[in-house]
């Protein structure tokens, strides 16, 4: 059974460096055709697609938070991380972690949320 769990502060200051780390059990972070993305949920938002690593360490973003957003990983703990810079209030929101099988690299990942496994989800409020 595959399980992801979200760990981070639930409270930053704005202009500081927000850090989320999703643990992942039952499947390894380097299993192929694997994408593992980070996505939040803000209220009158909706759900945002933030970025993802994908088997190779490869990671792409979201054009309107890649100056701000970076995904690493750490396969010894079978983890990987979110940071994302220069937060302010307009970041609170709720953050996910996700994974999904993508045999080509082809799915529409600004435009879908459809994954195999999903974190239960963090609340991250930015204070001004």
């Known amino acids: 059974q595959v399980q992801l769990q979200e760990s981070g502060p639930g409270l930053v200051k704005s202009s500081q460096t927000l850090s989320l780390t999703c643990t992942v059990s039952g499947a390894s972070l380097t299993t192929n055709y694997y994408y593992w993305s980070w996505l939040r949920q803000s209220p009158g938002v909706g759900l945002e697609w933030i970025g993802y690593i994908n088997e190779d360490g490869t990671t792409r973003y979201n054009p309107s938070l890649e100056s701000r957003a970076s995904i690493s990983r750490d396969t010894s703990k079978n983890q990987f991380i979110l940071q994302l810079s220069s937060v302010a209030p307009k970041d609170t929101a709720v953050y996910y972690c996700?994974?999904?099988?993508?045999?080509?690299?082809?799915?529409?990942?600004?435009?879908?949320?459809?994954?195999?496994?999903w974190g239960q989800g963090t609340q991250v409020t930015v204070s001004s």
């Open positions: 996700a994974g999904r099988g993508d045999l080509h690299g082809t799915y529409d990942y600004l435009g879908g949320y459809r994954y195999d496994y």
